[in-house]
């Protein structure tokens, strides 16, 4: 009866697989004709100063409206595209886009955006990305490029990342640690890769009240940070008591609901004016 139920579990867990290998290849098609079709778009959402909550910048998220499947998250599709190799063209059109919207905005204000780590394979990337900054007019130290963790661990790939990061930091750009505290091997990275800001992950700022482990983590990289001479960002600050402790432990910047959701380009003028500790470093 264990072994029965074994083996259809087992057969369960093959047509769930199968499934998703489906959705996938799916997608993988659908997506290539995603831009053309103009299903895609951008949201923004503000970061904020964490002493003044002034706005100091905004981060692009990528967002897909499949005309059968509805909206699809970054995190199913994303890696779809990296797979499949149109990462590099999603990413160069999420650049232009995002310049776009970030060239009327408040000049103080940062425009972030995330990477993958499949577009520093693309030669020139870096410069490429940065030239397309500057044919719209907007600053290059106004730009902060996000990656995770996971991006810099192949090691073939790691003279290239670190390549591109100099390229851009060398344009004035920043270089931000993304989800920090949930890929691998973080603390090796940190003292590898020549980060300007961490941005603690939102599943320990989701449980800072309720476990007393990640508040000490919190707090801890927060001091981190400090001690590195990098700026700390908490994501995903959702109420009052969690940007207390943030505030009260020193931690730099805020971003969350608490502040705003992702939403459409917030647009020149209707952009709040930027605190007057101005760019996010
Ligand atoms: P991320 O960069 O770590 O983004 C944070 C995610 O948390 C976003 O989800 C955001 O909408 C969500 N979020 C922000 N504030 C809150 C909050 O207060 N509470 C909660 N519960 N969630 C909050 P989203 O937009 O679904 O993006 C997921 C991930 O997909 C991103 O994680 C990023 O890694 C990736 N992604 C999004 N856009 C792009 C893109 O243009 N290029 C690349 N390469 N990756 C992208
Ligand atoms: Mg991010
Ligand atoms: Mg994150
Ligand atoms: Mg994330």
């Known amino acids: 009866r264990a072994k029965a139920d074994g083996r259809n579990r087992a057969r369960l867990f093959d047509a769930a697989l199968r499934e998703r290998e489906r959705l ?6 659908d997506l290539e004709l995603a831009i053309a079709w103009r299903q895609l778009h951008l949201v923004f959402q503000p970061i904020a100063n964490a002493a003044t909550l002034g706005i100091i910048g905004y981060e692009a998220f990528l967002r897909w409206e499949h005309p059968d499947l ?7 599709f994303i890696p779809v ?3 499949s190799g149109l990462i590099e063209e999603i990413g160069l059109w999420v650049a232009d886009q995002a310049f776009a919207a970030a060239a009327e905005w408040d000049e103080c204000l ?8 499949v577009q520093f394979r ?8 940065l030239s397309r ?5 907007v600053a290059t130290s106004r730009l902060e490029f996000e990656v995770t963790e996971n991006a810099m661990l192949v090691g073939v790939q790691r003279h290239e990342v670190l390549e591109a990061f100099r390229v851009l930091q060398a344009a004035g750009a920043r270089i931000v640690m993304d989800d920090f505290g949930t890929g691998h091997s973080t603390l090796s990275n ?7 800001k961490l941005k603690i992950d939102r599943s320990f700022i989701a449980e800072l009240h309720d476990h007393e482990s990640s508040a000490l983590i919190v707090k801890t990289t ?4 400090k001690s590195l001479g990098i700026k700390v960002v908490a994501e995903g600050v959702e109420t009052p008591a969690q940007l207390a402790e943030l505030k009260l432990w020193g931690c730099d910047q805020i971003q969350g609901y608490l502040i705003g959701r992702p939403a459409a380009n917030p647009g020149r003028g209707a952009a709040p004016r930027a605190s007057g500790l101005s760019l996010a470093r």
């Open 70 to 76: 509805g909206d699809i998250a970054p995190d199913l």
């Open 190 to 196: 940190l003292k590898d890769f020549n980060f300007d």
């Open 133 to 137: 900054a500057r044919l719209h007019g």
């Open 81 to 83: 595209a990296e797979r």
């Open 222 to 225: 927060i001091a981190l940070g």
């Open 24 to 29: 996938r290849v799916r997608l993988a098609r």
């Open 122 to 129: 693309a030669p020139g990337f870096a410069e490429a990305v």
């Open 110 to 117: 940062s425009l972030s955006l995330n990477l993958s780590s």
